[in-house]
């Protein structure tokens, strides 16, 4: 039986709670590895450390369930909350859930994509089934297509009432629909959700015509949706991700491993981004790197370079830092004001503003330096409350303005 294990970020985590030993742990670290995630967990001697990522693990027997800590007071509204910031910020088109039956589960992170990707999949192809043209082989009664000499005197050399052909033929069994009646099957197993099971159910049923075989990330890459299949795009990106963070088991048509998680840091950057750019038109600018030292004695890759998050308006540059902050024992680090102070000197701007996310204590443009060259100061943004678009241009207005 797969055991849950409901965890918050820079939490601890037992081994023996996970139920790995040595070797299992070891297993456990290298399918991180294998997903580009090892900087995700702290690996310790007696267990693991959740750092600023959130979403699930799913390895062996047990599920990792890691929701965020300072996003939210409850679990529901943290978990209300990051979907919010990751519709928000475009990462994840997620508009509606069947929230009274997700909350119920032990498995809310996953319960909500694999809802979302049924939900999205089932309204698409109640408009429309993709057909595509895609080239068969078979041994046929008449010529269709063009003839294959070489396999046909092969195959029937012995047999003149049929011909082996190569053609085209307007099909639904193609890529597109492989892949997620692959992904939609896979889920099926995964989801304790009746009515999402259900709607996977129908997904199922609609592609009853086509091949449900396991289909690699790799191979999705080839998918390209002409005008007509647009529709088809978020459930296909939706496909992709668990396709690409996930192990697949052969036998039956699942996922035996799986690793969907966001980085708050990233997102966080990105949500503070989109919201003042939403409330500020035209003031927000995402800047590139700026080589403030070249490559030493002509080395190359010992390049030193700078990239402050965002610039806003003319003068003011705006660093997010996805961290608990409570003074005077979470003050910013001797790094964070070196490196504001390398942004102020070299982009020539005054006002550099330390966003972070409310925590216990609220700052609002709480000075940290202030000189004629260099003004530092800190701002949180409060991400307790339920998190609408109205409520987000009300408190990024009153901060900002």
């Known amino acids: 039986m797969l055991k849950q294990i409901l ?25 991180l590895e294998e997903k580009q995630l090892t900087h995700a967990l702290d690996f310790g001697l007696e267990g693991i450390t959740t750092c600023a990522h959130v979403g699930i693990i799913r390895f062996a027997d047990f599920q990792l369930n890691i929701l965020p800590k300072i996003i939210g007071e409850e679990d529901s509204l943290c978990l209300e909350n990051l979907m919010f910031m990751l519709r928000y910020t475009r990462k994840l088109e997620i508009h509606s859930m069947d929230s009274a039956e997700i909350s119920q589960t032990k498995q809310p992170f996953l319960e909500v994509l694999i809802a ?14 993709p057909h595509q043209y895609e080239t068969q082989e078979d041994n046929l009664p008449t010529v269709k297509g063009r003839i294959l000499f070489a396999k046909n005197h092969l195959v029937n050399a012995a047999n003149l009432a049929r011909t082996y052909c190569q053609f085209d033929e307007f ?31 129908k997904i199922n049923a609609v592609y009853e015509d086509v091949t449900l075989r396991p289909v690699a990330y790799a191979e999705t890459q080839k998918i390209i949706l002409n005008r007509n299949h647009t529709m088809f795009k978020e459930p296909l990106e939706l496909a992709q991700m668990f396709l690409q963070n996930s192990t697949s088991s052969l036998h039956n048509h699942t ?28 003031q927000v600018k995402i800047q590139n790197k700026l080589k403030i030292i070249e490559d030493i004695d002509g080395i190359p890759g010992t390049s030193y370079t700078i990239r402050p998050d965002i610039l806003f308006g003319k003068d003011t540059i705006i660093d997010t830092k996805y961290k608990r902050l409570s003074l005077p024992e979470d003050k910013p680090s001797e790094a964070d004001i070196y490196q504001m102070l390398a942004y102020a000197k070299f982009y020539r701007m005054k006002n550099i503003i330390l966003c ?18 260099c003004s530092i100061t800190l701002l949180t943004i409060d991400l307790h409350q ?12 009153e901060s900002f303005n």
């Not at 965890?7 to 399918?31: I, M, R």
């Not at 979302?116 to 089934?129: P, V």
């Not at 678009?389 to 990024?396: A, H």
């Open 255 to 282: 996922f035996s491993n799986l690793a969907i998680l966001f980085d708050m840091n990233k997102l966080f950057e990105e949500f503070v981004a989109t919201a003042l750019e939403q409330a500020f038109p035209g």
């Open 171 to 201: 099909t639904p069994d193609n890529l597109l629909n492989q892949t997620l009646k692959f992904v939609s099957q896979a889920l099926q197993k995964l989801t304790s959700v009746s009515q999402t099971r259900q709607k996977l159910l």
């Open 7 to 31: 965890t918050k970020e820079w939490d601890k985590v037992s081994y023996q709670t996970l139920g790995l030993n040595q070797e299992h742990a070891k297993k456990f670290q290298k399918f």
């Open 386 to 397: 339920k998190l609408t678009e109205t409520y987000l241009q009300r408190i990024f207005y």
């Open 356 to 373: 972070y996310p409310r925590y216990q204590q609220h700052y609002n443009h709480a000075t940290v330096l202030e000189d004629k060259n």
């Open 116 to 129: 979302h990707y049924a939900n999205i999949l089932l309204n698409a192809l109640q408009r429309h089934i």
